[in-house]
């Protein structure tokens, strides 16, 4: 009975994006209309003005359109340090979905909206949201801060309890929307429900790394950088990471000895 009346309590902040301003108030007009449990904090018709809401709203769900001015929404994506909402996509054109989804999108909608199908994808976001708040930030922050005094492990909220790992132990984490996967060195991968930058902070004096806005590494376990196709990076154990342009420059800059890895 609890997590029933928490589905009906829980507010989702949204932001819609789309620069078709019949699309954006129709969708606008549903939201309202046939689901209660969205808060709509803003809107916007431009890549610049979606940015900038972002950024400061923090929202947790965006809806996105794919077609953007003369432009597409993943630019914007690509733009982001860290992607910590969930995303709808919805849009007249089929051809994206297998890129939507491999941005972790919870649903790719098909104009026109149908009822059914947006209340379907609310009601997913909704149970997302759920799970990821159920684990208390309190309960993780004073386990962490009990097992650090100890030795430098880090407790990983996981379904049933905690996993304790050595930083030493992980070869470099990804973002999964509000989750990160944290890839170990015996290979197990664990899904956790904290974002990216929550790690990033934690991990940084332990010689970690935000190569791209999804994905933060071990430098003990890089062994090469490559300048091709925009460039990317090789691990120890072959796992080939995608690198922005500028930290990829950082890290050359670094192993050169020319600047710090934390400047």
Known sequence: MQKKR????????????????????????????????????????????????????????????????????FTLLDSLKEIDFEIIFVTGDEGFALKAFSLKATDYLLKPVSISGLQDAIRRIQEKIIYNRSISDLTNDQVDQNVNKGAPKIAFP??????????????????????????????NTLLVSRNLKHYEVKLKKYGFFRVHPSVLINLRYLREINRQD??????????????????????????????????
């Not at 154990?237 to 192993?255: A, M």
């Open 6 to 73: 928490d589905v009906i309590m829980l507010k989702i902040r949204t932001i819609i994006v789309d620069d078709e301003n019949n699309s954006l108030e129709a969708l606008n007009i549903l939201l309202l209309k046939f689901c209660p449990e969205v808060a709509i904090i803003g809107k916007a018709e431009n890549l610049k003005k979606a940015k900038k809401l972002i950024d400061i709203k923090k929202p947790d769900l965006v809806f996105l359109d794919i077609h953007i001015r003369d432009d597409t929404i």
């Open 158 to 187: 996981i379904q049933n309890g905690f996993r304790l790992v050595e930083p030493h132990e992980i070869t470099h984490l990804i973002a999964d929307g509000s989750y990160t996967n944290i890839h170990c060195t015996n290979l």
């Open 230 to 263: 925009g460039g990317f990076l090789i691990m120890d154990n072959n796992k080939t990471l995608p690198v922005s342009n500028y930290r990829r420059k950082e890290l050359e800059d670094w192993i050169k000895g020319d600047k710090s890895i934390n400047q």
